[in-house]
């Protein structure tokens, strides 16, 4: 019988077999894959694990700030390390338009950064008998991220999720993925049960590459700025339609590399667009578009471009999944 509570138990004690006495990281995301992944090792192993959060610079607004936060109510007494490496990952993206070398460009630097981290995890536990190296990375990998990254049986690789495909081959660490035989809906049900706050084993998917896929065309910080601005007003005004549950996520996508005429006040502008492209799903692996009332459509339009300056065209994504995909990259 499928239950949380029995993949609790059970996932307990294979990491508690796979790991040993060693340490473990665990990359936080802030997303509800990662906690869950954090929540359950840290049942298993303890104060062994620690939880690294890389600001990367692509986060959206307000974000990192949030997810400190919802960590120390989530994990109560675990340690987080949290890693500015926002100009490393600017610096390696420089150039990079390419959505697959993107992707592997993200999930190096990530493990680059944890690498890093963990000399500082090992220096503070120096006087733990059991300070070894930290030997495993624990990550919140799901069934459909293996699948859709080419790790499943005769999948096509689609795109290499950050923590999948987009692994550098020289890895060090050894991998504790427990999430791997689940989706997002049992995810969900697993962390409820471990007793996670709702803001996080309700909150909406969001992409460990973060802004860096929702720019099409290379990654700048002048871009960053526009995107997150835009961003901050779709999820504002979606959640005051009170529209949050009913959707999966709504990426925001700027089209760095394209520009249109417009008009606003008596001058001409040439802008770039901005893609919004809300999703109904069940499981991320098919979607639907999300079909949002036209007035709150509307508003969201308005206000984008009259808000952020270089913005002049707001678009929708009716494409569902297949043949599109949820992200653009
Ligand atoms: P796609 O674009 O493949 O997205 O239809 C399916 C779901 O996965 C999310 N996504 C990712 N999540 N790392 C993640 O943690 C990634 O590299 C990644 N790529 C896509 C996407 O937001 C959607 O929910």
């Given at each position: 019988?499928?239950?949380?509570?029995?993949?609790?138990?059970?996932?307990?004690?294979?990491?508690?077999?796979?790991?040993?006495?060693?340490?473990?990281?665990?990359?936080?995301?802030?997303?509800?894959?990662?906690?869950?992944?954090?929540?359950?090792?840290q049942r298993a192993i303890g104060d062994r694990l620690t939880c690294v959060y890389v600001d990367h610079g692509l986060m959206r607004e307000g974000e990192s700030a949030e997810i400190e936060k919802a960590f120390g109510e989530a994990?109560?007494?675990?340690?987080?390390?949290?890693?500015?490496?926002?100009?490393?990952?600017?610096?390696?993206?420089?150039?990079?338009?390419?959505?697959?070398?993107?992707?592997?460009?993200?999930?190096?630097?990530?493990?680059?950064?944890?690498?890093?981290?963990?000399?500082?995890?090992?220096?503070?536990?120096?006087?733990?008998?059991?300070?070894?190296?930290?030997?495993?990375?624990?990550?919140?990998?799901?069934?459909?991220?293996?699948?859709?990254?080419?790790?499943?049986?005769?999948?096509a690789n689609i795109k290499s999720h950050h923590n999948v495909g987009g692994l550098p081959d020289d890895i060090e660490f050894?991998?504790?993925?427990?999430?791997?035989?689940?989706?997002?809906?049992?995810?969900?049900?697993?962390?409820?049960?471990?007793?996670?706050?709702?803001?996080?084993?309700?909150?909406?998917?969001?992409?460990?590459?973060?802004?860096?896929?929702?720019?099409?065309?290379?990654?700048?910080?002048e871009r960053l700025d526009l995107l997150r601005r835009a961003d901050a007003i779709v999820r504002?005004?979606?959640?005051?339609?009170?529209?949050?549950?009913h959707i999966w996520q709504c990426p925001v996508v700027l089209l760095a590399d394209v520009r249109s005429v417009g008009v606003q006040g008596d001058g001409r502008t040439y802008g770039h667009p901005i893609v919004l492209r809300p999703v109904t799903s069940e499981d991320a692996m098919t979607a639907d578009w999300a079909r949002i009332p036209a007035e709150v459509l509307s508003r969201i339009s308005n206000r984008i471009t009259n808000e952020v300056d270089g913005i002049n065209r707001v678009v929708l994504d009716v494409t569902s999944k297949p043949p599109g995909t949820i992200e653009w990259e």
């Open positions: 019988d499928w239950t949380a509570a029995n993949v609790i138990e059970e996932q307990v004690a294979r990491i508690r077999e796979q790991v040993g006495d060693a340490r473990a990281i665990c990359g936080l995301s802030g997303g509800v894959d990662s906690a869950v992944a954090a929540a359950l090792v994990h109560g007494g675990a340690r987080l390390v949290m890693v500015d490496a926002r100009e490393d990952f600017l610096a390696a993206l420089a150039g990079v338009t390419d959505p697959e070398t993107k992707r592997k460009t993200i999930g190096e630097r990530f493990i680059r950064t944890f690498e890093k981290a963990q000399a500082d995890i090992v220096l503070e536990s120096a006087e733990d008998p059991h300070a070894t190296d930290v030997k495993f990375l624990v990550q919140g990998t799901l069934y459909p991220d293996v699948v859709e990254s080419g790790g499943g049986d005769g999948a050894e991998l504790c993925e427990p999430l791997r035989e689940l989706f997002k809906d049992e995810v969900r049900a697993v962390g409820a049960e471990l007793g996670l706050p709702d803001g996080i084993v309700h909150r909406q998917p969001f992409p460990g590459p973060g802004l860096g896929i929702r720019i099409i065309g290379e990654v700048t910080q504002a005004e979606l959640t005051a339609a009170g529209l949050d549950r």
